[in-house]
């Protein structure tokens, strides 16, 4: 993923400085991004995640989300007036590291958990609704947006996401054109 580093530092802090990180709107200078850091440039990836939640019937339940299996999940939708509640992501990684802003300040060391997706668009063209018998369709947010690939905090997490193919309607295009990608199975 290109900018992998810089997002991945812009993503940080966010979450030291605890800007609403649902909207994304601040831009953070080069200083900033390297008053980042990281002792060692060690950050550690484990295989799954468990995200609880309280189901219709007042049950508590979790999901269990693994990047190479039961990868999608729903976020509610950052945006003031959504056309569809929930925004859904493809999880790529699941990390987890120590950090801390070097400024002028004393320098606090804070855990942070952090996964990697790859951001699912609603179809704009589909009528889904309760009124249309018909589920929303997503898919992949397109190469040529910038933010296809985000970082996002576990907590944003609403529940893993069963997202089923649509093969009726063919084969789709796949949205990363060029070269290999870390966001298709393989890395191929």
């Not at 060690?42 to 189901?55: C, E, L, R």
């Not at 019937?57 to 999901?63: S, V």
């Not at 369709?137 to 944003?156: G, H, N, W, Y």
């Amino acid at each position: 993923c290109q900018n992998f580093i810089p997002k991945f530092k812009h993503h940080i802090l966010y979450r030291i400085q605890k800007l609403d990180i649902t909207y994304c709107n601040h831009t953070f200078t080069d200083e900033e991004h390297n008053s980042v850091i990281i002792p060692n440039n060690t950050i550690y990836a484990v295989q799954t995640m468990q995200v609880h939640y309280t189901t219709y019937d007042l049950r508590c339940e979790y999901d269990t989300i693994n990047p190479q299996m039961h990868s999608d999940v729903m976020v509610l939708s950052g945006e003031t007036t959504p056309s569809h509640p929930y925004w859904y992501a493809c999880v790529l990684g699941i990390y987890h590291l120590e950090t801390w802003i070097h400024n002028s300040g004393q320098p606090v060391k804070q855990h942070l958990e952090v996964l990697w997706v790859r951001w699912l668009a609603p179809l704009q063209n589909n009528k889904s609704s309760a009124r249309h018998a018909c589920l929303p369709k997503v898919a992949f947010v397109e190469e040529s947006d910038s933010d296809m690939f985000r970082f996002l905090d576990p907590r944003q997490v609403v529940s893993g996401a069963h997202l089923i193919p649509v093969f009726a309607l063919g084969h789709g295009i796949s949205s990363l054109c060029y070269g290999k990608s870390l966001a298709r199975p393989g890395g191929a």
